[in-house]
């Protein structure tokens, strides 16, 4: 099984990578492709380049092999809309079993995506629970949980899409606007992205004097 976890990482952080690793552990999966976005549908543009955002992420993983970054949104005109990634890794791995991880908070507002309801046609939905998360009780997205829900990772194996499994993660409150603001305001993003990471931001003055 092959994950995907998609964003902004305008930086990458722990929140994104040690989440990210609970589920390929859980799991078991083969490989967690990471893609930056090049113009997100939800939320402002990137501060950092395409450029930087790959390096930031690069240096973030390189001691985890099952860890790739996969740049097909930078390339690709126009708002990057997680059903054209998800059919264009499909159509390259048209046996293999996908999963599109998503936080809870990216979750809930589901049903604004574009071809939200066909998305589970390509994949495995995987929602990322930290603690104390409550899963929606009403409306169309209950009813779609409803008819997708899992209980295990077993079952994601046993067909290549089509199952939506809440899965626990470690709690990290951590976000990247809060980081962007630390740095705007001179503070340091340190114990919030690994090493390398902030090495990047301070070399290339990233975020700097900016809110």
């Known amino acids: 099984m092959i994950g995907i976890l998609g964003g902004t990482f305008d930086p990458v952080h722990f929140g994104h990578l040690r989440t990210a690793l609970d589920v390929c552990e859980a799991l078991a999966l083969e490989q967690v492709r990471l893609i930056p976005c090049h113009l997100p549908p939800h939320r402002d543009q990137p501060v950092a380049s395409s450029l ?99 209980a295990g990772a077993g079952e994601l194996r046993q067909q290549a899409a089509g199952h939506l499994l809440f899965q626990p993660v470690t709690q990290l409150e951590i976000s990247a606007t809060d980081i962007r603001m630390r740095l705007a305001e001179g503070r340091s993003a340190g114990f919030l992205v690994p090493e390398d990471v902030r090495e990047i931001i301070n070399h290339e003055g990233l975020y700097q004097g900016r809110q």
Do not use: N
């Not at 740049?71 to 809309?81: I, K, T, W």
């Not at 079993?97 to 939200?116: K, N, P, Q, Y």
């Not at 104390?132 to 409803?146: N, T, V, W």
């Open 52 to 150: 930087q955002r790959v390096k930031m992420l690069e240096a973030a993983v390189q001691d985890y092999p099952a860890f790739v970054v996969d740049q097909r949104e930078l390339g690709r005109e126009g708002p990057s809309y997680s059903y054209d990634t998800l059919s264009s890794l499909r159509a390259e791995a048209s046996a293999k079993t996908l999963c599109l991880l998503v936080g809870m908070d990216a979750f809930r507002g589901l049903t604004t995506w574009h071809r939200w309801r066909e998305l589970i046609d390509l994949c495995h939905l995987v929602v990322m629970m930290r603690p104390g998360a409550e899963i929606p009780a009403q409306g169309e997205l209950a009813d779609f949980i409803s008819l997708h829900r899992v």
